[in-house]
């Protein structure tokens, strides 16, 4: 099947898979020396956060939304995430994504339909626990990103996630640590970390759904 085919009704298959390998599919884009569960010994109590894949219709097929955060000190500055973020007081994942959403890239709830959720992400640095969401809006949004969190918004073609030549391996120093990670390049950007994992779940579902094998990426560093 082309990508340009690829439409709604695929996309809730792939969510709703009754048989899926979610932790392999995670692990082919997560950093090698990354923990993905939390560990026992580890005090306290993860904090939670939700996240959202939002795809909208553009002039390539299905796109989704990325953001750059802003260059600061911390474990995610500069990264490129989804919008989402912690959830706060009573309110569940899915109004938590909603809600970061709006705040983030200024789409309303009220013009998004949840379809179905991924697997939930452990991220050591932060110590989160994160819930990712995939939904749909009908046309492209008027994007309007706060500006105190988001430096950049960035519109991703879906078919990216199949393009094999987009999915690399490096190095990245954090903390004056260096290790291999492997990535996405989408946009001109190094997307991995937490939000390559999520993304490579949606894609190891897809790839399921679409009938295509998924090529293994080397370690060239």
Same mark, same amino acid.
């Given at each position: 099947? %082309?990508?340009? %085919?690829?439409?709604?009704?695929?996309?809730?298959?792939?969510? #709703?898979?009754?048989?899926?390998?979610?932790?392999?599919?995670?692990?082919?884009?997560?950093?090698?020396?990354?923990?993905?569960?939390?560990?026992?010994?580890? =005090?306290?109590?993860?904090?939670?956060?939700?996240?959202? @894949?939002?795809? +909208?219709?553009?002039?390539?097929?299905?796109?989704?939304?990325?953001?750059?955060?802003?260059?600061?000190?911390?474990?995610?500055?500069?990264? @490129?995430? $989804?919008?989402?973020?912690?959830?706060?007081?009573?309110? !569940?994942?899915?109004?938590?994504?909603?809600?970061?959403?709006?705040?983030?890239?200024?789409?309303? !709830?009220?013009?998004?339909?949840? $379809?179905?959720?991924?697997? %939930?992400?452990?991220? /050591? =640095?932060?110590?989160?626990?994160?819930?990712?969401?995939?939904?749909?809006?009908?046309?492209? =949004? #008027?994007?309007? /990103?706060?500006?105190?969190?988001?430096?950049?918004?960035?519109?991703?073609?879906?078919?990216?996630? +199949?393009?094999?030549?987009?999915?690399?391996?490096?190095?990245?120093?954090? %903390?004056?640590?260096?290790?291999? @990670?492997?990535?996405?390049?989408? #946009?001109?950007?190094?997307?991995?970390?937490?939000?390559?994992?999520?993304?490579?779940?949606?894609?190891?579902?897809?790839?399921?759904?679409? !009938?295509?094998? =998924?090529?293994?990426?080397? @370690?060239?560093?």
């Amino acid at each position: 099947m %082309n990508w340009q %085919n690829i439409e709604l009704q695929h996309i809730q298959q792939a969510l #709703n898979l009754p048989y899926f390998d979610a932790l392999q599919a995670q692990q082919r884009m997560a950093p090698m020396a990354r923990a993905m569960q939390r560990p026992p010994e580890r =005090p306290g109590s993860p904090r939670m956060a939700a996240v959202l @894949i939002l795809l +909208f219709p553009g002039d390539e097929g299905l796109q989704f939304v990325l953001t750059r955060r802003h260059d600061y000190p911390g474990v995610h500055g500069g990264q @490129i995430s $989804l919008p989402g973020g912690q959830r706060e007081g009573e309110e !569940s994942f899915e109004e938590a994504a909603l809600r970061e959403t709006y705040e983030e890239v200024g789409v309303p !709830s009220s013009d998004i339909q949840l $379809l179905g959720q991924l697997s %939930n992400v452990y991220i /050591p =640095p932060s110590d989160f626990f994160v819930y990712p969401y995939v939904a749909y809006t009908p046309s492209r =949004p #008027n994007w309007q /990103p706060d500006p105190a969190e988001v430096a950049e918004v960035l519109e991703v073609s879906l078919y990216h996630l +199949f393009d094999d030549t987009l999915k690399r391996s490096g190095e990245i120093t954090r %903390n004056g640590a260096t290790f291999p @990670i492997k990535y996405y390049a989408l #946009n001109g950007h190094v997307v991995w970390g937490a939000t390559a994992v999520m993304l490579s779940e949606f894609e190891g579902r897809l790839r399921t759904v679409l !009938s295509l094998t =998924p090529k293994e990426i080397p @370690i060239d560093i």
